[in-house]
């Protein structure tokens, strides 16, 4: 069972160092040598019509429920928390410690994972190719990602 584990340690750290891209691209960070696509597609398409407040998230229902799978939130304070708590079906309501950094290659690998079918991350700061990869994968996984912005308390659901 350790060597699984070992295994699996071992994979993901050859995720977080970028092994599989060309050796030509290893010296620039991930997030510049990955996507294939011009960012202004997800400036301008997305950013428009995904903009809501916290409110809307609360009142429109933007958050997916599934049975096993897990509500993520990430940076969010205990008012959000306590908000989010009383809606209906957030049993599976996991909270990632605000004081605690969270790489955006661990982010990219758990919606790999399809254990999410909500991702909500408040006062993350995520370059546009970061969130076209995020989107892609949620895509992916039928999960719903939200980013709420610290400056104007918005969000842009990416779905």
Sequence with gaps: MINAAK?????????HNNTALA???????????????????????????L???W????????IRHSKKKWVMVINANKAQLQALSILPNTDHLLAVNPKKDLPFATLLLTLKS????????????????????????????SCCC???SKEKQSVKSVH
Excluded: W
Excluded at 7 to 15: F, L, M, P
Excluded at 39 to 48: A, E, P, S, V
Excluded at 119 to 131: E, G, T, V
């Design 7 to 15: 295994n699996i340690n071992k994979a993901s750290a050859e995720i």
């Design 23 to 49: 050796p030509a691209t290893r010296s620039q960070p991930p997030a510049t040598n990955v996507v294939p696509f011009p960012i202004g597609q997800f400036n301008k398409g997305l950013k428009r019509s």
């Design 51 to 53: 903009l809501h407040t």
């Design 55 to 62: 409110k809307e998230v609360y009142q429109q229902r933007l």
């Design 114 to 141: 399809g254990n999410c079918s909500t991702l909500i991350m408040a006062n993350c700061q995520f370059s546009a190719q970061q969130m076209q990869l995020l989107k892609i994968e949620a895509d992916k996984n």
């Design 146 to 148: 939200i980013l709420i």
